[in-house]
């Protein structure tokens, strides 16, 4: 099976504009989660989908939102970037279906963000 | 704030000793996991321990849990110089309505010294 697929690896944009990421989870797959990794704070949880349904979000300002398509791919879009915003974004896929635990998770390579 | 707090941050080694990894957590857990990631790529999954587990192993390394504690150590044995990474803990948080959430430390960085 292919891995998690993350688009694009690197992404330059500057204060102020809009970004979209995405990210093809192992096939069969419905969970797709998004982590914020930068240095200072280490992963911080965005929010998991779970066909097409977001089930939890983590701490982040209304600027960060999520969707996930039919076949499970899920994209991620911040608007109106800061500077604070440039982090390596991490997507995992999981085969987990019920609410109750996480097991393991299968990360992509991220998408390195830098906001000039 | 960080659910799973590892300790210490950094570690250096010698190839062929053991590194001592160490996780602690604040609330209830379904289960703990460690992940390893390379400079600048995702992680990968390591090993699993569940809460009513008290250590499980996985070719060179070892994890254990004291849930009375509220943490968990990672050993690896006879390190390599391939074994240089950061190392985060994660744990699978119970939260209300029969749901879980998975999230991670700051992650220790661990340099095996050829």
């Known amino acids: 099976k292919a891995g998690v697929t993350q688009t694009p690896r690197y992404l330059i944009k500057t204060r102020g504009q809009q970004v979209t990421l995405s990210c093809s989870p192992i096939s069969g797959h419905r969970s797709v989660s998004w982590y914020q990794q930068t240095p200072g704070q280490g992963l911080q949880f965005l929010f998991e989908y779970f066909s097409e349904t977001q089930r939890n979000k983590g701490n982040f300002p209304g600027r960060f939102s999520g969707r996930q398509f039919s076949n499970s791919r899920s994209e991620m879009n911040v608007s109106t970037l800061e500077l604070g915003d440039s982090a390596l974004y991490l997507c995992?896929?999981?085969?987990?279906?019920?609410?109750?635990?996480?097991?393991?998770?299968?990360f992509g390579s991220g998408t390195q963000l830098s906001v000039l | 704030s960080q659910q799973g707090e590892e300790d210490p941050q950094a570690l250096s080694i010698q190839e062929g000793e053991n590194a001592t990894m160490n996780c602690s957590y604040k609330?209830?857990?379904?289960?703990l996991q460690w992940y390893r990631q390379n400079s600048g790529r995702g992680l990968v999954h390591l090993i699993l321990i569940r809460s009513n587990e008290r250590e499980k192993h996985s070719g060179r390394l070892r994890v254990t849990l004291d849930t009375s504690k509220k943490s968990s150590s990672l050993l690896i044995t006879a390190s390599r110089a391939a074994d240089t990474a950061s190392y985060f803990c994660?744990?699978?948080?119970?939260?209300?309505?029969?749901?879980?959430?998975?999230?991670f430390g700051k992650g220790i960085t661990l340099s095996v010294r050829p």
């Open positions: 994660a744990t699978d948080l119970i939260l209300p309505g029969a749901n879980s959430k998975l999230t």
């Open positions: 995992a896929s999981s085969d987990r279906s019920g609410l109750l635990t996480n097991e393991k998770l299968f």
């Open positions: 609330t209830s857990i379904n289960n």
